[in-house]
């Protein structure tokens, strides 16, 4: 924050910002340790902490912050003016939570669209056409463990077994369960009537192909020695695969409400509506 004053809004750092002294800077005990200033809690102008959460809103690959991600830096604040012993003005609550929650509106609006069966098919097919065999595998096993994308991601050898007819896939955790103490498996069956969207046959070409890869690692899609996770690789991916399919893909979805939780929601939709006996709610909700 204080460096974002100190470039857009030189006047309001020179009063509301205080530089920390050496033993502060040092000292591992402060929650401040590896900071050069601090902010001035008492007295500290909303309107400034407003511009800079606006500024926050847009990240610097052009997606839009959550809720969540731009509530972290009020928190912040809540909890380093509590540290500080500085009392926050009053109208800050006031004006900091209307803009939260007109933020968090604004969010609902724009949520993704799911991707349907028919789309999906035809996302499966642009991959293939460009031979991407990654986004071809990753996408076809968020679908069928109705996953999202980060979840896929990590998976190795060791989430998978045998089944009986199928193979039975398990992710390490979830949004909602970091311990994965309540995963549930999700069974997965070959599709020998249309080989685009067969998990089978999909797992079969990539396993080929990365051969190398993984002989030296379980992990299907973490490169070893990439910082970025397989997930951000995926979904970079897939907004090129779309992009570059634009007009076909506006006639299915909204072009900017298009992105991977799409596939997880289409997923989830397609078995509700897919057939006139779809299984218990809680099941697909599990």
Not at 168 to 194: F, R, S, W
Not at 247 to 256: F, M, T
Request: glycine share 6%.
């Amino acid at each position: 924050m204080y460096i974002f004053f100190s470039l857009n809004y030189k006047d309001y750092y020179n009063v509301g910002i205080q530089k920390l002294s050496e033993d502060d800077h040092v000292s591992l005990d402060l929650f401040h340790y590896k900071n050069t200033h601090d902010l001035i809690y008492t007295g500290i102008n909303v309107q400034m902490v407003k511009a800079f959460l606006a500024n926050k809103k847009l990240k610097a690959n052009g997606k839009t912050s959550s809720h969540v991600q731009l509530r972290k830096y009020h928190d912040a604040i809540l909890w380093g003016s509590q540290q500080a012993k500085q009392l926050l003005p009053r109208a800050y609550y006031d004006e900091i939570e209307k803009f939260l929650t007109l933020y968090r509106k604004e969010k609902v609006e724009q949520e993704v669209d799911p991707i349907t069966w028919s789309l999906f098919k035809l996302i499966l097919s642009w991959a293939l056409d460009m031979s991407n065999v990654f986004v071809w595998t990753y996408s076809i096993l968020q679908w069928n463990c109705m996953a999202r994308s980060v979840n896929i991601g990590s998976l190795g050898f060791h989430n998978f077994r045998a089944g009986e007819d199928h193979i039975v896939c398990c992710c390490d955790d979830t949004k909602t369960d970091k311990t994965g103490q309540m995963c549930t498996h999700k069974h997965i069956y070959a599709n020998p009537l249309e080989h685009t969207v067969c998990p089978l046959l999909a797992l079969a070409v990539f396993f080929s192909l990365e051969s190398l890869h993984l002989s030296e690692s379980e992990k299907f899609f973490q490169l070893d020695g990439q910082t970025t996770a397989a997930s951000q690789r995926y979904c970079g991916q897939l907004s090129e695969l779309f992009k570059g399919n634009g007009d076909n893909l506006q006639g299915y979805i909204r072009a900017n409400h298009a992105n991977s939780h799409g596939i997880h929601k289409g997923s989830a939709t397609k078995v509700t509506s897919g057939t006139t006996l779809p299984p218990p709610t809680s099941s697909i909700a599990a």
